[in-house]
Structure formats: structure tokens, C-alpha cells
């Protein structure tokens, strides 16, 4: 899954996930890969790489419009471990770098299978509060309730981080595109005030001549 922007005016935010998101998928050993594309500029991107994509779902751009592409991208997800059977899900998408304002890099997560490593740390660390935690519902179905609710926070902290790296883009070319505008505005004022004051030089020496020329005779 390569998370994009549906619009542009965002710099290189799409071509650099796009093309972090090629150079790993051909590292991987898998006989079949699919593609599936969040936002139509890095679905152009890939297309246009030879990529094919087999999904794409176009996002709004905001916060309120992650919660319903999600929806549509679980679906998907689920369509394809029930009808094909895939036994792994990669997410490709831009991070913000912290501190530093539209700057970002790409990052790649895994969604499914869920790391063994991980849950292993997990039960070996140190429980942080004083009370034991206690459940009434079978073990099996609270774990696999957790696992869901682990899967769902992970897809939708990609969607935010994307999110938030696109508009710190967006924002930070703006700015720099204000600045390009104030540049040439400064460098307009001057040029016309330079042909200004040669005009009137050239007004004045006009007039002194013919006032010389009448002078004289």
C-alpha cells in the first residue's frame, strides 16, 4: 500500500514515496506483489514507472476523510487475504521529521503478519501501572479483538503521518513560492524605478538642450 496526495502543489511529496515504495518492492522475493494506491498523484507516479496497480482509492485530503477511505482500504484488505490467500501487507508512506518544518522521509511498515519479536518484548516488559488488568471474555477473542484494534491504529497512523507530511510539503512550497514572488516583486520595483529615473534624466537633458538651443540663438 503507497500512501500519496490526491492534489498538488506538495513539492516531491509524491515522487519520493513513490519511488522509496518501487526500489523496496523489487527487493522483495514474493512471486506475486500487488499494488494498492492512496491518492491519485502517486498512483499517476507509479503508473507512469510501469507500476501496475491493481486498487486505487482517491482521499479527500483532511482528517475527517481518513476514517472513510479506511473503510474502503480494510475492505480491500480483507478481499484479498479471504479470495488470494496474501500472507503479508506492506505500507509505504512519508513520516514528518520532527522539529524541522516540511521535511520528511519515507517509511516502510509492516501491517500483517504482526511481528513475533515485538509481541515477545511486549510481554517481557515491565507493566507500568500498579493494577493488574483483568478481563471476563474468552482470552482468543480478546486477543483477536487487540490484534484488530493494533491493525486499524497502524493503518491509520500511516494515513495521519502521510497526511501530515503532505500539507508540511504543501505549506513549506507555498512559502517558498511567496518568497520566489516577493523576490521578483523587489526586483520589478527596482528595474522600474531604474527606467523611471532615466526617463525623467532623459526629460530634463531634453529640456536643458532646447532650452540651450533657444538660448543661443
Known amino acids: 500500500m503507497v500512501f500519496g496526495s490526491e492534489q498538488g502543489l506538495c513539492g516531491k511529496f ?6 522509496y515504495a518501487l526500489d523496496r518492492i ?5 512471486e506475486e506483489r500487488r499494488v494498492l494506491a492512496v491518492g ?7 503508473e507512469d514507472a510501469g507500476q501496475s496497480v ?20 480494510l475492505a480491500k484488505i480483507d478481499q484479498w487475504r479471504l479470495e488470494s490467500n ?3 501487507i506492506v505500507l509505504f ?17 509492516y501491517l500483517f503478519p504482526i511481528d513475533v ?3 515477545a518484548s511486549l510481554a517481557e516488559s515491565e507493566w507500568q501501572s500498579h493494577s493488574l488488568p483483568t478481563y471476563s471474555m474468552d482470552p482468543d477473542l480478546l486477543f483477536s479483538s487487540l490484534v484488530r484494534e493494533h491493525l486499524f491504529f497502524s493503518l491509520y ?3 495521519a503521518e502521510s497526511l501530515a507530511s503532505e500539507n508540511s510539503s504543501r505549506l513549506s512550497s507555498m512559502q517558498a513560492a511567496e518568497r520566489n514572488i516577493e523576490e521578483h516583486l523587489t526586483e520589478l520595483l527596482a528595474n522600474y524605478r531604474k527606467q523611471r529615473q532615466e526617463a525623467i534624466s532623459s526629460e530634463l537633458l531634453d529640456i536643458l538642450t532646447g532650452y540651450e538651443a533657444l538660448s543661443s540663438k
Open 14 to 19: 509524491n515522487e519520493i514515496v513513490a519511488r
Open 117 to 119: 519479536k515485538w509481541l
Open 93 to 109: 508512506y512519508n513520516r514528518p521529521i520532527a522539529g524541522i518544518s516540511g521535511v520528511f522521509s519515507p517509511q516502510m511498515a
Open 54 to 73: 491493481e486498487a486505487y482509492f482517491s482521499f479527500s485530503g483532511d482528517f475527517l476523510g481518513i476514517t472513510e477511505v479506511m473503510g474502503k482500504v
Open 26 to 30: 523489487a527487493e522483495m522475493e514474493h
Open 40 to 46: 491519485g498523484r502517486v498512483f499517476a507516479r507509479l
Open 86 to 88: 496474501v500472507n503479508q
Open 157 to 159: 497512523r500511516a494515513f
